[in-house]
């Protein structure tokens, strides 16, 4: 699994990485705080895993609250800047072979008064790497992960630069350092561990507590990095459980553990599908100083319901879903700030190769051109201005069509990359370029399943579009839309898929997952070797040659008819007068990024 939420309305949203060197957030004046301040924020998607690092922790309705009860080595600010969190230090220390060296600040502790050192991390590494998984995958029919088997071991999580790191790292005395070395380049090492929500991850030794009984919070970090150095599989199995699932929960747990955090918040009340408050935590002995004391997240997944408890003065602050209505309905709302724009997710058409379907060489007598030429035909008929033009403009009159895969617009690679990689060829509806291309390859009528949210009204009317211009060229179009499509993704019921990333940086190596044969978000069981090739180079290059690659892997996904994208989806970020401060980023944490400026009359 690489880093990247799958949401409502998911997207991954990309630029160019910049290193500063600034200050940890630490919020200003004490004089400032309140005992008695309180934010509402309203939600559309309860709270339910500590762990962001999971598959069922994966979401952005998780991230957004791990990232105020848990301090980070990185954290991205609202220009895409990466910033120095309160957590300590991040430096590369060799460069062949690479090294990177994490220091603990000294003051960087969990909420029960355990340090946070060494063993967090390298739990985390072990959990992101796969490197210790005894199996591939150990899910259920359902997606959800299965309980290990005391001869298995199962992280559910991976990600490309964990994987890179074999060896067991080098740990300081007192466990404050800890230095990985890879097993080769890789471009975003500033990234892979720490970042923003996920921080270093759930704490080791309420992991040993769980698993292996070791109720000492010394000793059970040393038996988590004995486990994992001598990788001993029946610990490691019980270690994986505990990690997989042990930390998830929709109310609030009984158990106080679940609850241990390393950032200014601490969870103090949470009802199921309500409502979840947090508080400032007076054990908490970081640099971090918000001046709101309590935060209290409403859910509800109506936009017009949350707009009329902004109304009400239910909710003080909040991020819909965008559409024409909720924008109509916020702006006519006294003493309320709507500031429109673009969203952390964009909107992507794709195809599937593998299932005997339309687009798959097997189902057109195992010819691979053929099969592009039927996928390049649809690609023809795609509106994706028309979308833009009818769907997302009304809610914000900037919109453009997202013209890169990778890159998000307004990122400094993204008008060389997105000139480079023939998408533009793509910029108009061509019926009877799709029509010659089906003539070709020898297609009459392909019947195509197109899977997508039919209870959201703005994929609704995309799909409505999209039927609409494909028909026209001769295809025939089913509709498999289904409320559980991210359940769906890559069983091969369906041909063509319409949803969304989101993803938590912006590095160049982040969407490894998404094209690289096999790889866990490759829904459509895409395979190229020329690709692979291509993000193997991603994966190792100094950053003047990423707006190259980054070009050649694009222009390589528009040769081979990957699919294409649509648009970056339209944010409404709605606030009453009684909040200061309020401002959103296009990655996760959106809204949450800045919350140590907020303050409240």
Request: glycine share 8%; aromatic share 8%; hydrophobic share 35%.
């Amino acid at each position: 699994m690489n880093k990247r939420f799958l949401a409502a309305g998911a997207s991954i949203a990309a630029a160019a990485m910049v290193l500063t060197a600034c200050t940890p957030p630490g919020g200003g004046d004490d004089d400032k705080s309140s005992e008695d301040s309180v934010l509402n924020v309203g939600w559309n998607e309860s709270f339910r895993s500590m762990n962001t690092l999971t598959a069922n922790g994966n979401a952005a309705s998780n991230a957004l609250l791990t990232y105020l009860m848990n301090d980070n080595f990185k954290y991205y600010d609202d220009k895409l800047e990466l910033q120095d969190g309160a957590l300590g230090s991040v430096e590369q220390v060799s460069e062949d072979p690479l090294k990177v060296k994490y220091t603990f600040s000294d003051d960087a502790k969990w909420s029960d008064g355990t340090p946070v050192d060494a063993a967090d991390l390298a739990l985390t590494w072990a959990g992101k790497s796969a490197n210790f998984n005894t199996v591939k995958s150990n899910n259920n029919d359902d997606g959800t992960v299965k309980e290990n088997s005391a001869k298995t071991v199962y992280f559910d999580s991976s990600t490309v630069g964990a994987s890179l790191i074999k060896d067991f790292p080098e740990i300081s005395d007192g466990g404050n350092e800890l230095t990985f070395e890879y097993s080769k380049p890789f471009a975003d090492w500033s990234e892979e561990f720490g970042m923003g929500p996920d921080g270093v991850g759930v704490p080791a030794h309420i992991v040993a507590k769980k698993a292996l009984g070791v109720d000492d919070p010394a000793e059970g970090k040393q038996a988590i990095l004995d486990a994992i150095k001598d990788k001993d599989t029946e610990k490691l199995s019980k270690i994986s459980n505990t990690w997989n699932t042990g930390f998830d929960f929709t109310s609030m747990p009984k158990d106080e553990d679940l609850l241990v955090h390393s950032g200014p918040y601490k969870m103090t009340d949470f009802k199921e599908g309500q409502y979840l408050t947090l508080e400032l935590d007076d054990k908490y002995t970081g640099s971090i100083k918000p001046k709101v004391n309590t935060i209290t997240v409403r859910y509800n997944g109506d936009p017009m319901a949350m707009v009329q408890a902004i109304e009400n003065g239910e909710v003080d602050f909040t991020q819909p879903q965008a559409t024409a209505d909720v924008l109509s309905a916020a702006e006519a709302l006294d003493g309320v700030t709507v500031e429109p724009g673009d969203g952390a997710t964009y909107e992507h058409v794709d195809f599937t190769f593998d299932n005997k379907g339309p687009f798959d060489p097997a189902a057109n007598g195992g010819d691979e051109e053929k099969a592009k030429k039927v996928r390049q035909a649809f690609l023809k008929t795609v509106p994706r201005k028309d979308i833009v033009d009818k769907i997302i403009k009304p809610l914000n009159d900037e919109a453009v069509t997202r013209d890169s895969y990778i890159q998000v617009p307004g990122s400094p690679m993204y008008d060389a990359i997105s000139e480079a990689n023939g998408l533009k060829d793509l910029a108009e509806v061509d019926i009877e370029g799709a029509k010659k291309l089906l003539d070709e390859a020898g297609v009459d009528a392909p019947n195509v399943r197109v899977m997508y949210d039919n209870t959201n009204s703005r994929r609704q009317q995309q799909f409505q579009l999209v039927k609409e211009s494909a028909e026209k060229a001769g295809f025939k179009i089913e509709d498999v839309g289904d409320v559980n499509w991210g359940t769906r993704l890559g069983d091969g019921t369906y041909d063509v898929s319409l949803f969304g990333w989101q993803a938590e940086g912006t590095g160049i190596t982040s969407d490894d997952a998404n094209y690289r044969t096999g790889a866990q978000n490759n829904y459509g069981g895409y395979s190229s070797e020329k690709t692979d090739k291509v993000l193997d180079e991603i994966l190792v290059a100094p950053e003047e040659d990423h707006e190259k690659l980054v070009s050649e892997l694009e222009s390589q996904l528009n040769e081979d008819a990957f699919g294409a994208p649509l648009y970056q989806h339209p944010e409404l970020l709605i606030y009453s007068d009684k909040l200061k401060n309020a401002s959103s980023t296009t990655v996760s944490p959106t809204l949450m990024w800045n919350y140590w400026e907020w303050e409240t009359d």
